[in-house]
């Protein structure tokens, strides 16, 4: 692996009247994941921290300031024979409903955090979404074939370190 660039995704949390978790992915307009159900997130910039690129991303995506982020996880991606890897820094972070718009990029909804569309999200998801729900921080690694679709081989770890 010769090169790698630094991603970011970040699940905002809420709760329904009922106590339910809710979690707001957004369906990916264009780009990478385009047609997917997606967390907010994008490539960190040069001068930029993770966190600072986190946050960044999750307002231009959703439209919603967050202040605290958790880090949850670190997920590792090669496609094929592609020499770029991708090393992309999961967070969760508290959200109110109320402020989310739609942007150019992502069309927003809130789900049922325990019942993900999972057949419509990247395929690695719903291997390690569990940690999450669970809150047990995690580092998992996907190798996918050329397609971006088939995932090859796979690690996922429960980690206590981020
Ligand atoms: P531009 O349009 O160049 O500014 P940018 O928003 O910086 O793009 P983008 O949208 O390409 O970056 O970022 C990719 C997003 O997709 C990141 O939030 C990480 C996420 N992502 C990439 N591979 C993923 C995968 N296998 N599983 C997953 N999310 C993935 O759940
Ligand atoms: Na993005
Ligand atoms: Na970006």
Known sequence: MSTKKILTLVFLFSTDAAGKRLVLLGMKKRG?????????????????????????EVEEESGVHVETLHPAGVLWFEFGTDPMGLECHVFTANAHEGTVVETEEMRPQWWDAEALPFDSMWPDDILWWDHILKRQQF?????FA????????QAVNA????
């Open 146 to 153: 050329a397609d971006q679709k088939q995932i090859l081989r």
């Open 159 to 162: 980690v206590d370190v981020l």
């Open 139 to 143: 580092a998992a690694a996907f190798w």
């Open 32 to 56: 990478f994941g385009v047609g997917l159900w997606n967390g907010f997130g994008g490539k960190v910039e040069p001068g930029e921290t993770i966190e600072q690129g986190a946050r960044r």
